[in-house]
């Protein structure tokens, strides 16, 4: 059932943001012509990062079915690929902010892998307990990378606010800090995104959150009137 949901989550997606296929290639296209990236390396990027999307669309398929382990492994295996993505952008971009949300998105996992696999609530991983988090990466960020533009300070506050809004249980709070957090990885994603182009230099996980992401707060945003 887990692949077949897989697929079915893909063409869902697909059917409904066609549209960003679009974009995608003529984005391609541009930094074809213009020499400012890697194809390949873009497209398998972009391809990974697709899979995560489709695993958090599973792990809400799962929640609306009560199916909490398999929605919990769901989103265990979209934070493995976006760890991978961070990994490698911090390798071979130099680029660290995507490192936050390999311990951002462990918090609630961590909790909800020993809730429904083993009936154990861990207390301590609270919204307070983020914040603790969110401003010590924070301040680790500054310290070793420093916050060089607009974008950088965006991106940050949205990864850190993320586990914030899984935290919490009042269903309208957690919905309207998921607003912020995708508006944030989208607008700094945007950011990054344009640098790039104007360096010459495009990176395939700018060009892949900035897409992806965008559909995320479309999404959300066509929901918001079943919470307020």
Aim: hydrophobic fraction near 55%; charge should be neutral; proline fraction near 2%.
């Amino acid at each position: 059932m887990t692949t077949r949901l897989f697929f079915f989550e893909a063409k869902k997606f697909s059917l409904t943001n066609w549209w960003i296929y679009i974009i995608f290639l003529i984005c391609l296209g541009i930094i074809y012509i213009t020499e400012s990236g890697d194809i390949i390396e873009i497209i398998a990027i972009f391809t990974l990062h697709f899979s995560a999307d489709i695993c958090v669309m599973m792990m809400a398929e799962y929640l609306a079915l009560q199916e909490f382990k398999k929605a919990t492994l769901a989103k265990i295996g979209s934070s493995i690929i976006f760890a991978l993505l961070g990994i490698y952008s911090l390798i071979y971009d130099g680029n660290p902010i995507y490192m936050i949300p390999i311990v951002t998105f462990l918090i609630p996992d961590v909790r909800n892998f020993a809730r429904y696999f083993y009936n154990t609530y861990i207390t301590f991983l609270s919204p307070f307990f983020a914040l603790i988090l969110w401003a010590a990466l924070w301040g680790i960020y500054y310290y070793f990378w420093l916050i060089e533009n607009a974008g950088s300070i965006i991106q940050i506050f949205g990864f850190i606010i993320f586990p914030v809004a899984l935290l919490l249980d009042n269903e309208k709070s957690k919905y309207l800090l998921s607003i912020i957090w995708i508006w944030c990885i989208t607008l700094g994603s945007w950011y990054f995104l344009l640098d790039w182009f104007l360096q010459n230099n495009v990176a395939g996980i700018d060009l892949s959150y900035t897409l992806l992401s965008l559909t995320v707060l479309i999404l959300y945003l066509k929901n918001c009137k079943k919470y307020f």
